[in-house]
Structure formats: structure tokens, C-alpha cells
């Protein structure tokens, strides 16, 4: 069973920073690209920041700048830096993973995590 795990997520004021991270763990074969989402109330869940196994990086284009995301092949692990939060940042921010488990199987899956909320607020 694969599963990933977000932790980092709070209150926080506009200006701040927080750090978000995300672990995969479980009978894993090979992690491929990793990346965060997020999903405001009454909206759909948007990108916000992708990397590959190789370190290419991906970032909307309200976030460049402003948010680093990062990867820790050895520990199955990504991280999402956020600085300089705005309000409109405020969402629920999802982990997100396409993994090979280790059971033989020779296709990739797509795997969420349970999200974590950000609130940006004075």
C-alpha cells in the first residue's frame, strides 16, 4: 500500500512563509514526478509546482518566484518553500505522486495525498 503524507501547513500572515512537505512511503518500486496542487473553496484543484526525478521543475505562473519546490530522491520526500504569501494563496495544498509500487507491476499510478490547509490571513 502506498500512501503520501502532507505536513507544514497553517495560519499564517500575509508576507510570511511556510514550508510545506510531503512523504511517500509503502511498498514503493521507483518515484517519478512529484509535485503540490491546490484547491480554494468553490474552485477546481490547480497546479501550483511540479519536479521530475531529475530535478525539472515546473511552477504556475501566480507562484514563480515566490515558491521553491524541491525533491529528496533517497527519502521518497518533496518539499514546497512558500515565501511571501498572499491571501489568494489560501487553499488546500495537495501532495501528489506518479509511483510504481513494488508489486511486479510495470505501469505507473497517480497518488494523492489527504491535503493540508494554508490559510494566509492578517
Known amino acids: 500500500q502506498v500512501q503520501l503524507v502532507e505536513s507544514g501547513g497553517g495560519l499564517v500572515r500575509p508576507g510570511g512563509s511556510l514550508r510545506l512537505s510531503c512523504v511517500a512511503s509503502?511498498?514503493?518500486?521507483?518515484?517519478?514526478?512529484m509535485g503540490w496542487y491546490c484547491q480554494a473553496p468553490g474552485k477546481q484543484r490547480e497546479l501550483v509546482a511540479t519536479i521530475t526525478n531529475g530535478g525539472n521543475t515546473n511552477y504556475a505562473d501566480s507562484v514563480k518566484g515566490r515558491f521553491t519546490i524541491s525533491r529528496d530522491n533517497a527519502k521518497n520526500t518533496v518539499h514546497l518553500q512558500m515565501n511571501s504569501l498572499k491571501p489568494e494563496d489560501t487553499a488546500v495544498y495537495y501532495c501528489?505522486?506518479?509511483?510504481?509500487?513494488?508489486?511486479?507491476?510495470?505501469?505507473?499510478?497517480?497518488?494523492w495525498g489527504q491535503g493540508t490547509q494554508v490559510t494566509v490571513s492578517s
Open positions: 509503502g511498498s514503493i518500486f521507483s518515484v517519478y514526478a
Open positions: 501528489n505522486a506518479d509511483i510504481l509500487p513494488n508489486n511486479g507491476g510495470m505501469i505507473p499510478r497517480t497518488y
